[in-house]
């Protein structure tokens, strides 16, 4: 794009790359904002009808569409209360940092193989890295709101965050291992084809596992049955008990977001990213080189692919949030510690020992991407993306023995 | 927003300074690792409070590793020379475990400290003395 | 557009904005972060206040990581770093948060000092750091390879990374064995973490709620703020124990 606004439209090439940013930028502010307006029209009705009622159902029309709109018109207008004896500035800060560390996270997010803002080499490991700092503005909303709500609120949740960083990264680890690269273009690559080449139904390991990482990533979000840091019946509205207003609606929309987020991970880690369960784009005929219009469009119907999988994984979280009544604190880490942990660890020793063992899965024939290593060291000047896997095993071979016998 | 902060005096002195336009040199991560490393030391030596003294020594670590990572990165090093390589890197992942497993300790440490006497304050642990 | 490109070309005469430096610019960025927030962790007496300086100066740290070109390192101080200060914030929050403890004040004499000998630490840092003819010559800027797998591969004792031109001939040692003594290291640490942060059954109760019903909590902080007055009396009082 930034060349196209160099060539074509002949803006400077710092002043291109800048509005590049910018627009980029506002593109996934408005998926996190119109986002969060969606999904809190579409929480509001499937609540309603789980409960047997209807939701809203006055504001622009029949179904309530404007709902969420008129909440935020309200909001906006709202005044924004700090309790006396607050921490004025880490009051002020803590919606924000939230936020930002929400925002943040989506930088390495493909939304489809070209369609992301910063493709990182690291990418799974910067997503979680960044999604473990909302925390801070939570705890910090605790700690300066002065009240005891918020600060109960705040240390359930540090605690609840902490224990499950560990079965949440183990899981992580299980795609990256069967993919050989932590960059999330990579992986959703490698799960390209039918749906029997997503990581979901690689092995029995994987199934498994798979679910153990919903369970984490509704811990690690906070909803329920894992919202004890804004227990409603217990500790009022917990962190965000003295917060009204924009800079609780900031707290709002982080949520919001973390949840697309991690739902996104999980369609990226485990189904196929934008690679949709019937390979559409290929069956017709398109592939890369087809010619850019094409390109753009397989990419276009990559992205939604990616939306609508993310868009199912919040659905399921509201379903399960409506549902199931909320645990104790000793129960959340029983949860963890008991189960997620020990079963997270046995199953990443089963797939590595799975892929050590049968790569090719139990039925041959299904043609599924072996893993490789694709970096720039195996393969030579200029091959980027070009050595086959026997080549690669070649080199490592070949460095190895010239270690073992200098 | 640069043109900005270049009209600002500071920023105008920046320009002449060409920190804005000359490429970084290992010197750059240098200061800011020695500016990590004094205020870690700083703040070692003035907190009376025990998780003071815990950042000072994670500030300090960091500078450290600044520096590490400067020496070490490809991008950095002037024309003809290669740095550390990848050991300045696997160091500084070393030392980054490290910090997170004296952290451990020495919160423990405290939390020891706070039930025996009642805070946290570093200066009241002369029970040893003589 | 036609105003936008005029402006454009003004905004261009007044400043060399073409000669910009991005990588600079966001050097210049997340240094002075990290380097204003880390003398606001000195700065600061609350110790909340001094956990979040403490990240974002940690974090900023992650940035130039990532400008140097050591994505691998800098998302791992983003892990470890950051999730390791939220336990010191949750620390502190728990064992300082009761009103009179919040900040312990540092004399204003330590502090001049501290300012002095601190301020000496970083001339002779800075002179050394400028000393050397090449680490003051500007990047060439080498884009180099990503650097996960090599270190993947170097901590399980296989290089695959070019050497360093100065490196001698022959065999590169690999991280395995340092990879296992730190995990072995974690492992120690983390059972000794535990065993020594763990609920003793005590026979005589604990300082604090020796404090909590003995001693007002009012005079405690009149204590903690003389400082080190009540060492022999109310000290043995606080520990308890067989003297």
Redo the contacts between chains.
């Keep these: 794009m930034a060349e196209f606004l160099i060539t074509t439209v002949g803006l400077s090439e710092w002043l291109a790359w800048t509005v590049t940013a910018v627009i980029a930028a506002v593109l996934v502010l408005n998926v996190i904002a119109g986002g969060a307006l969606v999904f809190i029209w579409a929480e509001r009705k499937i609540a309603g009808r789980i409960q047997d009622r209807l939701g809203p159902t006055r504001t622009g029309g029949r179904f309530g569409w404007l709902q969420s709109l008129a909440d935020g018109l309200k909001l906006l207008a709202k005044e924004d209360l700090m309790p006396e004896g607050a921490d004025g500035m880490l009051f002020r800060l803590a919606p924000y940092v939230s936020f930002c560390a929400s925002f943040c996270a989506f930088i390495a997010l493909p939304f489809a193989f070209d369609f992301i803002g910063c493709r990182l080499n690291v990418g799974v490991f910067f997503v979680v890295a960044v999604l473990g700092l909302e925390v801070f503005g939570v705890i910090l909303a605790g700690y300066a709101s002065a009240s005891k709500w918020s600060l109960f609120g705040a240390m359930r949740e540090a605690a609840q965050v902490v224990s499950y960083e560990v079965p949440l990264g183990m899981c992580v680890v299980v795609p990256v291992m069967l993919a050989g690269s932590m960059d999330m273009v990579t992986i959703a690559e490698k799960q390209a084809g039918w749906f029997t080449n997503w990581y979901l139904f690689h092995d029995p390991f994987t199934f498994v596992i798979f679910w153990v990482y919903v369970t984490c990533a509704v811990a690690s979000v906070n909803r329920a049955p894992f919202d004890l840091a804004e227990a409603e019946s217990e500790l009022v509205a917990g962190f965000h008990t003295e917060y009204s207003g924009l800079r609780w609606s900031y707290f709002f929309m982080a949520e919001y977001g973390s949840m697309f987020l991690v739902s996104a991970m999980a369609a990226v880690l485990f189904m196929g990213g934008w690679n949709g369960p019937i390979p559409v784009a290929s069956l017709l005929g398109l592939s890369e080189g087809t010619g850019d219009t094409a390109n753009y469009f397989v990419r276009l119907l990559g992205m939604f692919n990616l939306l609508g999988k993310a868009t199912l994984g919040v659905l399921v979280m509201m379903w399960v949030r409506w549902t199931l009544p909320r645990l104790r604190i000793d129960q959340v880490m029983t949860t963890c510690l008991k189960y997620c942990t020990p079963i997270a660890a046995a199953m990443f020793a089963g797939a590595m020992l799975w892929q050590l063992f049968l790569p090719g899965g139990l039925v041959p024939g299904l043609d599924r991407p072996a893993g490789e290593i694709r970096e720039g060291w195996l393969e030579g000047p200029g091959g980027r993306g070009a050595a086959a896997p026997a080549a690669s095993d070649e080199k490592v071979a070949q460095v190895i023995s010239s270690q073992v016998n200098p | 927003m640069i043109s900005l902060i270049g009209s600002t005096p500071l920023g105008g002195g920046l320009f002449a300074m060409g920190l804005f336009t000359e490429p970084v040199s290992v010197a750059h991560y240098l200061v800011v690792g020695a500016i990590l490393f004094t205020a870690g030391i700083a703040c070692m030596a003035v907190k009376r409070n025990a998780l003071g003294v815990l950042m000072g020594i994670e500030l300090v670590l960091n500078g450290a590793n600044v520096n590490f990572v400067a020496f070490a990165s490809p991008y950095l090093q002037a024309e003809g020379s290669r740095g550390l390589g990848l050991d300045g890197q696997v160091i500084a992942l070393f030392v980054i475990l490290l910090a997170a497993a004296e952290a451990a300790v020495a919160l423990a440490i405290t939390l020891n400290f706070y039930n025996n006497h009642a805070t946290v304050d570093v200066d009241r642990a002369d029970d040893l003395k003589g | 557009?036609m105003a936008a490109?005029s402006a454009?070309g003004l905004?261009?005469t007044?400043?060399?904005?073409?000669?910009?430096?991005?990588?600079?610019?966001f050097?210049?960025l997340f240094?002075v972060l990290?380097?204003v927030c880390?003398?606001a962790?000195?700065a600061a007496d609350?110790?909340?206040?001094?956990?979040?300086y403490?990240?974002l100066?940690?974090?900023a740290?992650a940035g130039?990581?990532f400008?140097?070109?050591?994505?691998?390192?800098?998302?791992?101080?983003?892990?470890?770093?950051?999730?390791?200060?939220?336990?010191?914030?949750?620390?502190?929050?728990?064992?300082?948060?009761q009103a009179p403890?919040v900040s312990?004040?540092?004399a204003p004499g330590?502090?001049a000092l501290?300012?002095i000998?601190?301020a000496s630490?970083?001339a002779v840092?800075?002179l050394s750091?400028?000393s050397v003819e090449?680490?003051?010559?500007?990047?060439?800027?080498?884009?180099?390879?990503?650097?996960?797998?090599?270190?993947g591969m170097?901590?399980l004792g296989?290089?695959?990374?070019?050497?360093?031109?100065h490196?001698p001939a022959?065999?590169?040692s690999?991280?395995l064995l340092?990879f296992e003594i730190?995990s072995v290291?974690?492992l120690v640490?983390?059972v000794?973490?535990?065993y020594?942060?763990r609920a003793k059954r005590r026979k005589t109760p604990?300082?604090?709620e020796?404090?909590a019903s003995v001693e007002p909590p009012a005079s405690?902080a009149a204590h903690?703020a003389i400082?080190?007055e009540p060492?022999g009396r109310s000290?043995s009082v606080?520990?308890g124990g067989p003297r």
């Design positions: 557009m490109m454009t905004v261009a007044a400043l060399p904005l073409a000669a910009i430096n991005w990588h600079s610019t050097f210049l240094a990290a380097c880390a003398v962790v000195v609350n110790v909340v206040r001094m956990a979040l403490l990240v100066s940690l974090g740290t130039l990581f400008l140097a070109g050591a994505e691998f390192v800098g998302a791992m101080q983003l892990m470890i770093y950051v999730g390791g200060t939220l336990v010191l914030l949750v620390f502190g929050v728990m064992l300082t948060a403890f312990i004040k540092t330590d502090r501290a300012g000998v601190g630490l970083l840092l800075l750091a400028f090449e680490w003051r010559k500007p990047a060439a800027g080498v884009v180099g390879e990503p650097t996960a797998t090599p270190i170097a901590l296989v290089r695959v990374d070019e050497p360093p031109a490196a022959g065999v590169r690999g991280y340092p730190v290291h974690l640490v983390l000794a973490a535990a020594l942060a604990r300082a604090i020796v404090a405690v903690a400082g080190r060492a000290g606080l520990v």
